[in-house]
Structures are given as structure tokens and as C-alpha cells.
């Protein structure tokens, strides 16, 4: 054939299917309860040799290797079969329902998809396809006995697969949010694809039966629609899998970003007893945010003999006269507090005595902060804390 699907977007479309697959496979193996995630990543692996099968380098390389013509096309349908089947048994036993309502459902679709991939190696051993075609088989052979049924099961078992796990989805995505709803609202469009695939060849198999040559359909349009669909089944499934760490990444460069005020004012504390060690660049920012923490809190427990009661006391009244309320008087109050002592540490080897000062919990340490940028604490450490009249009134 001249014309017809290229070998490279088919390649491509498979690597990128088994890339992700590969990518979490360590997890998949690691987590052996988890076998929502083992059935994706299978899944994943699964559609990328629909791909590897299904491009014409391939088609001839296995025709030439077993000696019978066209026996690539049965493999290929039973990588799209298996693939839709696969497909649909996911999004069963993934969406929440009464468990003997997910075990029978199950059942039936593992039984009825074996049971179509057994009937399409059987009619393509009882029917007769000589003629090698490395990208219109389906049009070429659609009114052959038995090769023609072979077709028709294939196209409208994977239809009725996509079409019932695209409705699927569309359903559960509104009782989900998250990652798990956006990869839900990609799948749908993804499956759908797969039916103008079905639709397509369908389409172009009837016009033969009809005495029409529409064979662009099979061999230029269908793939059109083959191709987008995976890289959208890869991004759905990748969101649900890699969304929740997605997540935990952002949200940890978010507080690396508001904790930066207080590490600047309190990275330049000794902290004799520490133990520091470098982080490797590839380090994620959620590693990076436990170390920071860490950070300022050594910093935070080196300056809490320095910090001064009475000036926390002062500070507080004068951020309620500037119209401060309840918490955020408080935690400027504790900024006002923590600039003072850090300026006096720096000035003292030991503190005087060791005030009673409760020490800062976590979640603290943000609004903390945020505090440091505010006019009481700007105040402050323009008289570095000294005297109990530097704050504001």
C-alpha cells in the first residue's frame, strides 16, 4: 500500500501507553493490595500492544515470521477486544457498588469478551484470507464468509465496550471531584473516540456490501480517531494515578513559598546541635518542605530562651488598637515576639534566664510567616526589640 496510517504515530501512541504503564509499574508491584492500580497499569500495557500490533511494519513482520497471511489481523482484534473489554471490567470494579453487583457484572464481562476473542481466532481459522492487507483488511475481506463475521464481532464488541465505559464515567465523574473527576471527564472523550472508530469502519463496510469502494475510511479516517484517543486514555488514567502526588507537590511549593519570610529571618540562627545534611537536586518539593521545617524549627527552639513574655504581651494590645482581631493579634503579637529574640540572640551567647515561652506547632509556622511582612513586626525591627515602647501604640 502507498497510502494509509503511518508507522511512527502508531509507535508512538504505543510508547506512550507502556511509558506511563512502566511508570508506575513499581508502585503496582510494591502495593499488592492495591489492585485497582495493578489492573490500570495492565490496562495501560494492554492498549499499548494494540498500537505495536496494529501498525503496518508490524502487520507484515508477523505475517512473514508465522507464513500465513493476515495473521496479524487476529492478534490485532484480539489486542482491541481485550483492550475495550479490559477497558470496561476497570471501570466496574473501580466505581463504588454493592460488591455482589460489581462480582456479577464482572463475570459477565469476562466471560462474554473471552468468549468473543475465542469466536474471532475460530472464524478466522475457518474462513480463508490469502491475500495479504497490511491496512484495508477490513474493507478488503468485508463480505468474505466467516472473515466477515470475524469483523463485524470485533468492531461491534470493542463499540459496545467504549460506548458502555464512556457512559460509565460520565456518570461517576459527577459524584467525584478531584483527580479522579478530571481523569474520569478525559476517559470520556477517549472511549468515545473508540466508538467513531467502530462507527467509521462500520460505516465503510456496509458501503462495500453496497458495491462502494470507501476504503479511506478504513485506512486514513478510522486512525484519526485512534490516535487522539490514546493519548487521551493516557492522560486519564495518569491523573488519577499521579494526581494525588500532584497535589502533595504543589501544595508543598505553596508553603515553601509562604514559610520563605520566616526562613529568611531565622536561617542566619546557630544552631550548634543541628545535624545538616544537603539535599540532592532531584529532590521533590515535598522533601524539600520537611527539610525546611526542620530548619526553622531548630532555629525557632535556639531563639526561645530570647523570646521576651512581656513584649509578645505589648505587642498584642497595640495590633488590637490597630484594629487587629483575634487570631491574627496573637500571631503578630508572636512575630513581634520572634524578630525581637532573634535580634537579641544574635547579640547574647546565653540568654539572661529562660522565660516561659510555649514553644510553636506546626501548623504555626504559615500564618507565622505571614506575619513577618506586617507593619507591627516592621516596627519592631526597626528598634530591634529593645525596649517595650518600641511597639506601636
Known sequence: MDHGPNNLAFYICGCLLLLIGLVKLPAAISRRNDLLLRAAVLLLVVGSTVFF????????????????????????????TAFSGASLLLIINWRPAPP???????????????????????????????????????????????????????????????????????????????????????LVPAYLLHVVYCIVK???????????????????????????????????????????????????LRQLKDLEPLWQEVQRVPTPGAVRTSLP??????????????????????????????LRERSYRAAEQAGLEEPAASVAAEAAMLVAAVEQRQKATSPDDAPDVPLWRPRDLVPLSKALTGPLVQEVRRNHGVTAESSPS
Not at 496494529?54 to 512473514?64: F, G, M, R, T
Not at 470485533?154 to 465505559?165: H, P, R, S
Not at 531548630?298 to 530562651?305: G, Q
Request: hydrophobic share 50%; charged share 15%.
Open 53 to 80: 500490533f496494529a501498525a503496518p511494519d508490524s502487520i507484515a513482520l508477523i505475517n512473514d515470521l508465522t507464513g500465513i497471511p493476515n495473521f496479524a489481523a487476529p492478534l490485532a482484534y484480539t489486542s482491541l
Open 202 to 252: 462500520l460505516v465503510a463496510i456496509v458501503a462495500s456490501w453496497t458495491g462502494r469502494r470507501w476504503d479511506f475510511l478504513i485506512d486514513q479516517v478510522a486512525p484519526l480517531a485512534a490516535a487522539p484517543s490514546a493519548l487521551l486514555v493516557v492522560c486519564g488514567f495518569a491523573l488519577p494515578l499521579t494526581g494525588p502526588r500532584m497535589t502533595q507537590n504543589a501544595q508543598a
Open 281 to 310: 537536586w532531584w529532590s521533590t518539593p515535598a522533601v524539600r518542605l520537611t527539610a525546611r521545617k526542620t530548619r526553622i524549627f531548630d532555629a525557632l527552639l535556639s531563639v526561645a530562651p530570647y523570646c521576651d513574655p512581656g
Open 100 to 186: 455482589e453487583q460489581t462480582h456479577r457484572a464482572s463475570l459477565i464481562c469476562i466471560a462474554g469478551f473471552t468468549l468473543v476473542i475465542l469466536a474471532i481466532h475460530g472464524l478466522f481459522w475457518v474462513g480463508d484470507a490469502p491475500v495479504e492487507q497490511l491496512t484495508l483488511f477490513d474493507g478488503y475481506y468485508a463480505s468474505t464468509p466467516y472473515i466477515r463475521e470475524m469483523i463485524l464481532l470485533y468492531l461491534l464488541a470493542q463499540g459496545t465496550a467504549t460506548l458502555t465505559t464512556s457512559i460509565l464515567c460520565w456518570r461517576w465523574s459527577r459524584e467525584v471531584d478531584g483527580s479522579l473527576r478530571a481523569g474520569l471527564l478525559i
